[in-house]
């Protein structure tokens, strides 16, 4: 009977049938409890002998199935312990990391450099009113500025009588918005998108100006050629020249167009040296309308203005030929340009 209970428990193989086994034996109607039952019928010496054997069989039974569970436990856990290996020698998977947009990069600097001549940033939305980005400026609705400008404009529904809106052509609406917001004397500029209808190497229909203003009683057209050279100087990182040829813009008068100085070396542009010039900024005196439409006193108050394409000036920097590729988000070229990591 004894072999017969230990050879059951040795071969039970999970906690169900280790249970079951148990109740087999030791449960209420066990064999053993049955057989303990029996020992009241007995006489007292039967019982005494009897009573020990059992006593112990069942005690016997009862270590065996704790030490089986036990057992069966303990090989559960190796298991687990063997499948559930973690190899932490295994190098890490890389996980890739974002970096800033070389442009927002580049408009970072900028906004640096200009930090140190006193230029606070201002803002304006990139969806603007007809009135900022036209009218404000002195381009009357029939200018023929506004047609070279390819604007795109908002679409209104019939029956919405709103002013017209556009996709803001330049920044040149935020000199309107800062001079409102903060009055005179001012010196800001204003970083931003900008939209245009045009597209090829050197043209996106989406790109980024920089707004230069400077609004004081005296300000005049040398502090300009000065606030230039400085900052392109610094950009480059050397000395760089300018010329400034008259031009024509509406919203300043007198107006130039301002190149710096550079040279064509075996294909490759250097900045800052040579016999030839590039073009790069507009600018000019703030004209009386513009500081009018601001609610600026033109008897009072004067001062300069510029606006310059930062994505060109980007371009210049780093020796990127084409425009376009700034904004496809091509992890090679950026990585290749030194932009990713
Ligand atoms: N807004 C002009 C442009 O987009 C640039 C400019 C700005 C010219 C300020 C003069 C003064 O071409």
Redesign the pocket.
């Given at each position: 009977l004894r072999q017969q209970w230990l050879d059951r428990i040795k071969s039970a193989a999970d906690p169900a049938s280790i249970e079951e086994v148990r109740l087999a034996a030791l449960g209420k109607k066990g064999e053993i409890s049955l057989k303990m039952r029996e020992l009241g019928k007995m006489t007292p010496e039967e019982r005494q002998t009897k009573g020990r054997a059992l006593n112990e069989l069942r005690d016997e039974i009862d270590t065996a199935l704790r030490a089986r569970k036990a057992a069966l436990e303990d090989a559960a856990l190796e298991t687990r312990l063997a499948e559930e290996w973690l190899d932490v020698t295994l190098p890490g998977r890389p996980r890739p990391q974002g970096t800033i947009h070389p442009i927002s990069q580049v408009m970072d600097e900028i906004a640096a450099i200009f930090a140190d001549m006193g230029f606070a940033v201002a803002e304006g939305p990139q969806v603007e009113s007809d009135w900022y980005n036209f009218d404000a400026l002195n381009i009357a609705p029939e200018h023929p500025a506004r047609q070279e400008h390819d604007t795109f404009f908002m679409h209104r529904a019939e029956g919405d009588d709103r002013p017209p809106h556009v996709l803001r052509t330049?920044t040149?609406p935020v000199q309107i918005r800062a001079m409102e917001e903060h009055g005179t004397p001012i010196r800001v500029i204003a970083p931003g998108r900008t939209y245009r209808m045009d597209m090829d190497q050197t043209h996106t229909p989406m790109f980024h100006?920089l707004?230069g203003l400077a609004i004081d009683r005296d300000i005049s057209m040398a502090n300009l050629k000065w606030v230039l050279e400085e900052f392109y100087s610094a950009f480059f990182g050397t000395r760089v020249k300018t010329r400034f040829r008259a031009s024509h813009?509406p919203?300043?008068e007198p107006?130039a167009e301002v190149d710096i100085q550079c040279s064509w070396e075996g294909g490759q542009l250097r900045v800052g040296e040579g016999d030839g010039w590039l073009e790069v900024t507009?600018?000019?005196m703030v004209h009386p309308h513009v500081l009018r439409s601001a609610g600026v006193d033109p008897d009072q108050w004067q001062g300069f203005?510029?606006?310059m394409g930062i994505d060109r000036l980007a371009m210049l920097k780093y020796g990127i030929p084409d425009l376009r590729a700034f904004f496809e988000s091509d992890l090679r070229w950026l990585r290749h340009y030194g932009f990713a990591a």
């Amino acid at each position: 009977l004894r072999q017969q209970w230990l050879d059951r428990i040795k071969s039970a193989a999970d906690p169900a049938s280790i249970e079951e086994v148990r109740l087999a034996a030791l449960g209420k109607k066990g064999e053993i409890s049955l057989k303990m039952r029996e020992l009241g019928k007995m006489t007292p010496e039967e019982r005494q002998t009897k009573g020990r054997a059992l006593n112990e069989l069942r005690d016997e039974i009862d270590t065996a199935l704790r030490a089986r569970k036990a057992a069966l436990e303990d090989a559960a856990l190796e298991t687990r312990l063997a499948e559930e290996w973690l190899d932490v020698t295994l190098p890490g998977r890389p996980r890739p990391q974002g970096t800033i947009h070389p442009i927002s990069q580049v408009m970072d600097e900028i906004a640096a450099i200009f930090a140190d001549m006193g230029f606070a940033v201002a803002e304006g939305p990139q969806v603007e009113s007809d009135w900022y980005n036209f009218d404000a400026l002195n381009i009357a609705p029939e200018h023929p500025a506004r047609q070279e400008h390819d604007t795109f404009f908002m679409h209104r529904a019939e029956g919405d009588d709103r002013p017209p809106h556009v996709l803001r052509t330049h920044t040149s609406p935020v000199q309107i918005r800062a001079m409102e917001e903060h009055g005179t004397p001012i010196r800001v500029i204003a970083p931003g998108r900008t939209y245009r209808m045009d597209m090829d190497q050197t043209h996106t229909p989406m790109f980024h100006q920089l707004e230069g203003l400077a609004i004081d009683r005296d300000i005049s057209m040398a502090n300009l050629k000065w606030v230039l050279e400085e900052f392109y100087s610094a950009f480059f990182g050397t000395r760089v020249k300018t010329r400034f040829r008259a031009s024509h813009f509406p919203f300043t008068e007198p107006s130039a167009e301002v190149d710096i100085q550079c040279s064509w070396e075996g294909g490759q542009l250097r900045v800052g040296e040579g016999d030839g010039w590039l073009e790069v900024t507009g600018s000019g005196m703030v004209h009386p309308h513009v500081l009018r439409s601001a609610g600026v006193d033109p008897d009072q108050w004067q001062g300069f203005a510029f606006g310059m394409g930062i994505d060109r000036l980007a371009m210049l920097k780093y020796g990127i030929p084409d425009l376009r590729a700034f904004f496809e988000s091509d992890l090679r070229w950026l990585r290749h340009y030194g932009f990713a990591a």
